[in-house]
């Protein structure tokens, strides 16, 4: 038979834990408090580590050094580059499709008509390098620096280049058919025939130039100027437009 409710409380109180002062706790409670406050510090621990930097796993611990190395005509597709020193590589017609090149030092590299279809190049150092006649569609050069490289007919539809230094950049002929260019800087750069086509630059900067000439003839469809104005037809430019 159940125990009645009287006596079950009379008993309750003869236990050892009736007797405890308030805010202590029994074994079970101690046994389950152990764990809790380990994954507390644990978790503490991680976003430390996060906010630290101590996340970010992008480098291996011995950076590739190949700092002036010949790779032409290379097949380098899938290789990992991740932080590498490539200054003054030379990488014509390479092929380096889905590379791992995030943070890698490639300033001064030449990679004259190279396929870097679907790479990632985030955070790269490309200054003063040689990207003309070079494919870069659908790669990720995210806030890379591009400032002083030739990308003359450089292909880059569509290609994510959000946030990148493109200062004083040769950008005779480039193509950035649908390309992300949120936030980049194309102070001082040289522009003739560039192609935005369906490229969103808003908050970009642009020197105060002038957009009238033929050279910008058919090269502003279906764009997102600096302030936001997107443009409705290929004549139309983002003249007026390009304050953020």
Known sequence: MPQPLASWLADRRHRPEAGRPAGTRGPMARKLWGPVLAAVVVG??????????????????????????DFDNAVLQGE?????????????YA???????????????????????DADLSGADLSGANLSGAVF????????????????????????????????????GTIFGKADLRGVDLRGAHFEYTIFHGSNLRGARFDDID???????????NTTCPDGHVTDHARESCAGHLSP
């Open 44 to 69: 503490a621990l991680a976003l430390w580590a996060l906010a630290a930097g101590g996340g970010d796993d992008i480098c291996p611990e011995e950076p590739r050094r190949l700092a002036g190395h």
């Open 80 to 92: 990992n580059f991740a932080c590498a020193d490539l200054r003054g590589a030379t990488l014509q």
């Open 95 to 117: 092929e380096l499709d889905d590379a791992d090149l995030r943070n890698a030092d490639l300033r001064n590299a030449d990679l004259y008509e190279a396929d870097v279809f």
């Open 137 to 172: 569609n659908r790669s990720n050069l995210e806030d890379a620096n591009l400032t002083r490289a030739d990308l003359g007919a450089g292909n880059f539809e569509p290609a994510n280049l959000a946030g990148a230094d493109l200062r004083w950049a040769d950008l005779e």
């Open 211 to 221: 957009l009238t000439g033929p050279e910008w003839e058919n090269s502003w469809k």
